[in-house]
């Protein structure tokens, strides 16, 4: 018999569960599918929803200055149970806001579980959902089962796109020498429940860290598949030793920068610095910010410990890599991201061609809200082109379309950027008459184009504005 208020929602990562809340909080019946634990995925190690298996940072909270500050500020304005959650579990980070993973996770799991529009199910989904399912969400992420990512392909004839993408370590804290290493955030800037001095540093001076550069070089890297061997990284989270393939000087000009930081324990500045973020809410465990790797094993535990400061390091976990996928959305989906060759279907997440734990979210957040539109009979406008919301919808269903191979076009996954936001206008001068230059003209930039998408967004959401 078919439901047609009823709405599946499969896969209870960062965007499924977005979703389900979101319609099951506008009034719909929301049944949840998660594969986990009748099935775990290469990188997932719980069963609950909205694990984060990579970073714990959602990035930074500038909500002026900062794009995806912008999304985190949209998101609760919009009633999110991942923002929600996020700032409830927040850890020290600078400006950024990063999360204590677990109980992060635990508490999405256990308001889905509360909700008494939500039911979930755990059981994986093979095959394309049945044909009585004529409201459904595919929220399965990068690590869409083969099964329905096959038969995904057959039903749109499109290929699918994919990436690798790559875990960092983490390690205890009381393993970390703090003979050598230090407390501060750079330029000791503070964010959301930090205090200036978020981050553990761990200096290298010139011999040390070219010492470091050529035993990442000559590490033994993870081996791929035939036919793995042609998919590209995501520029943005690239693994280190690729990173330093690429010359000598590229890691101190990324995440091995050591400017805004200074060494109380020597007299001379660091050469290169390593970064490490707090992960749990105790302060016990600390990844390490920019190392994701493709090291194995072995080698990871060996080239780190050359790390001034992590000499005795003890890893809670070690790096890893993973295949992410993502279809053809700017082809393949309209724009409340139905399928246009099965409407019944929507996808969220990542798998739709966005890259970042709050973008996928945001995807989530806007597909629960278009599902429970149609499965109540009530209209849903998509969200003006000004906001975050609306510059990641448009990415996604325009679609950023870069080069290919060949003369072929290929759409490309993207972080939430103010480049994805319409142009505006701003003055030249100051309010005290003086003429912006440089720097100052970029900030008042964004910070006109963070006003405009706060104020839109309100309207969109239905929220009075002063």
């Avoid at 978020?198 to 036919?227: G, V």
């Avoid at 448009?394 to 679609?399: L, S």
């Amino acid at each position: 018999m078919i439901n047609q208020t009823e709405i599946h929602i499969i896969g209870a990562g960062l965007a499924g569960s977005e979703a389900a809340w979101q319609a099951a909080n506008a009034g719909a019946r929301v049944i949840l599918h998660e594969m986990r634990p009748v099935r775990q995925t290469e990188a997932h190690q719980t069963d609950g929803c909205a694990e984060l298996v990579c970073s714990n940072s959602f990035r930074s909270d500038d909500a002026e200055r900062n794009a995806v500050g912008v999304l985190h500020e949209e998101m609760r304005r919009a009633n999110s149970l991942i923002m929600r959650e996020a700032d409830a579990n927040k850890v020290p980070a600078g400006g950024a806001l990063a999360v204590d993973r677990d109980n992060f996770s635990a508490g999405v799991t256990a308001a889905l579980k509360a909700h008494p529009n939500i039911e979930i199910r755990r059981e994986e989904i093979d095959g394309l959902p049945p044909e009585e399912w004529v409201n459904t969400i595919i929220a399965t992420g990068p690590l869409t089962s083969l099964p329905l990512a096959n038969a995904v392909h057959e039903l749109t004839g499109e290929d699918a796109l994919a990436f690798f993408d790559a875990i960092a370590p983490i390690i205890h804290k009381d393993s970390i020498n703090f003979d050598v290493a230090w407390f501060q955030s750079r330029y000791d800037k503070k964010g959301p429940g930090g205090d200036g001095a978020d981050y553990i540093n761990c200096p290298l001076d010139a011999a040390q860290y070219e010492a470091f550069i050529a035993a990442l070089i000559e590490s033994e890297k993870t081996d791929f598949k035939e036919w793995e061997k042609s998919t590209p990284y995501f520029e943005a989270c690239l693994p280190i030793e690729v990173m330093a393939e690429r010359g000598i000087e590229t890691l101190r000009f990324g995440p091995m920068k050591p400017i805004g930081l200074t060494n109380p324990n020597r007299d001379e500045k660091p050469h290169a610095v390593v970064q490490l973020r707090q992960d749990n809410a105790i302060g016990t465990l600390y990844n390490m910010v920019g190392f994701q790797t493709k090291m194995k094993y072995g080698a990871q535990t060996e080239v780190f410990k050359m790390i001034p400061g992590l000499e005795n390091a003890e890893f809670a976990r070690l790096g890893g890599i993973h295949r992410n996928t993502f279809i053809n959305s700017p082809i393949l989906l309209d724009q409340t991201l139905r399928l246009n060759k099965r409407p019944s279907l929507r996808f969220a997440g990542q798998i739709t061609g966005v890259e970042g734990y709050l973008e996928s979210a945001a995807v989530g957040l806007m597909t629960g809200r278009f599902a429970a539109a149609d499965a109540l009979s009530q209209s849903q406008p998509i969200p003006p082109a000004t906001t975050a919301f609306g510059a990641l919808l448009n990415h996604i269903t325009g679609g950023h379309m870069s080069e290919g191979a060949g003369a072929k076009k290929s759409f490309q996954p993207m972080n939430v950027n103010f480049g994805l936001f319409p142009e505006i206008s701003v003055p030249r001068t100051d309010e005290t008459g003086k003429r912006l230059k440089g720097k100052e003209k970029g900030f008042a930039k964004k910070r006109a184009i963070s006003q405009r998408a706060l104020t839109d967004v309100d309207q969109w959401l239905g929220k009075k504005t002063a």
